[in-house]
């Protein structure tokens, strides 16, 4: 090397170096800061591939390279599904993508979307709701997280082991998978009996006959290979579906408060509405292919006609009322809340 640089003169070598520089986007040599991020789905499901990657590269780049973001999917790190929310308060990890509902009880307002007939098919509408109403109704849950987005599935559909549901009674004495209370309260007032558990343990409860089906959407049905496990996929007419859960990415609030000013902008800038949007719109497409993979496998795709549907709303109403009585122990006014998410809901449902 040293006879091939007797070619260049000093200027050479220091017009290359700026060359160099000005052709490149200067990057940080090493991270300032690398934050850990624990998720629950494996690593090729497509909340990570479509949703946590895509996030953590703008967030990597928009920063020069100054913050690196380590994923551990499969609760790699440790610990079950429930577990994530301790573990980000703790600091144990830095981000999590986690279920609001595993950890019943903690997240009393966040719940009011989840109930029946809130949501129910407009995955970004209902998106947009919750932000609307962050700050007036739930930042009360989230004081110790800097929370990066709250955002729901697409929707909970009925998957059936091996009995068709086109009718209130069909789901009698049946036992459904639910990751939510208000889930379980939901299959009860059905007739059925709920069993609570998070969703990477459904394949085997679904194998080994401990439930006759689920409540999940359509997005998660190929990363489970749910369509080998059931046989029916169970909607309303226009996609309506029976609830849904409630999911948050969420930063440790200590860990948030501790960056430079310029890199909290940077966590600020994909944080909010536009990755709302763009969440909603990610698993609102991935519905498509989960259906898809059940009926290329030879599943039945039922859609209950609006007429039965209003059957299902009766039934489903007193869950409301139910949740209604029981927040407002804690100081929650619950029907004003329903109300206004419902609206949102409505008001965003029309936005195209």
Do not use: C
Not at 23 to 43: C, D, I, R, S, Y
Not at 49 to 78: C, F, H, Q
Not at 177 to 201: F, H, K, Q, S, Y
């Amino acid at each position: 090397m040293k006879y091939i640089m007797r070619w260049f003169s000093i200027p050479a070598i220091s017009l290359g170096v700026t060359l160099f520089v000005l052709g490149n986007p200067v990057q940080a040599a090493t991270p300032e800061v690398t934050l850990k991020f624990h998720h629950f789905l494996g690593p090729k499901s497509p909340a990570q591939t479509e949703m946590i990657e895509p996030w953590a590269k703008r967030v990597e780049k928009d920063s020069g390279g100054r913050i690196k973001i380590e994923i551990y999917p499969s609760m790699s790190l440790g610990g079950a599904p429930p577990q994530l929310i301790r573990q980000l308060r703790d600091g144990v990890v830095d981000i999590i993508w986690t279920l609001t509902g595993y950890t019943a009880g903690q997240f009393p307002r966040t719940e009011a979307f989840e109930l029946p007939f809130v949501h129910t098919n407009n995955a970004v509408a209902t998106n947009l709701a919750m932000l609307d109403l962050f700050d007036k109704y739930l930042a009360p849950e989230y004081e110790d997280v800097k929370v990066i987005v709250l955002h729901v599935h697409a929707g909970q559909a009925i998957h059936m082991v091996d009995t068709p549901v086109r009718k209130v009674g069909d789901l009698a004495g049946k036992k459904l998978r639910t990751p939510t209370r208000t889930g379980a309260w939901t299959i009860e007032a059905l007739g059925a009996n709920p069993v609570g558990m998070p969703v990477p343990d459904l394949p085997q409860a679904l194998s080994k006959k401990v439930v006759d089906g689920a409540l999940i959407p359509w997005e998660i049905i190929p990363a489970l290979k749910i369509q080998e496990l059931t046989k029916y996929q169970i909607e309303g007419e226009d996609r309506v579906r029976f609830g849904t859960s409630v999911f948050l990415i969420g930063m440790n609030k200590k860990k948030y408060d501790s960056l430079p000013p310029d890199l909290k902008a940077v966590i600020d800038k994909n944080s909010g509405r536009d990755l709302a949007i763009e969440v909603g719109r990610v698993w609102t497409r991935d519905e498509d292919a989960g259906l898809k993979a059940a009926l290329a496998h030879g599943n039945q795709h039922i859609m209950i006609p609006k007429a039965e549907l209003k059957n299902f709303q009766a039934k489903l109403e007193p869950v409301v009322d139910r949740w209604v009585a029981e927040v407002k122990d804690k100081g929650i006014d619950g029907r004003a809340l329903v109300n206004a998410a419902r609206a949102a809901v409505a008001k965003h449902s029309k936005e195209k």
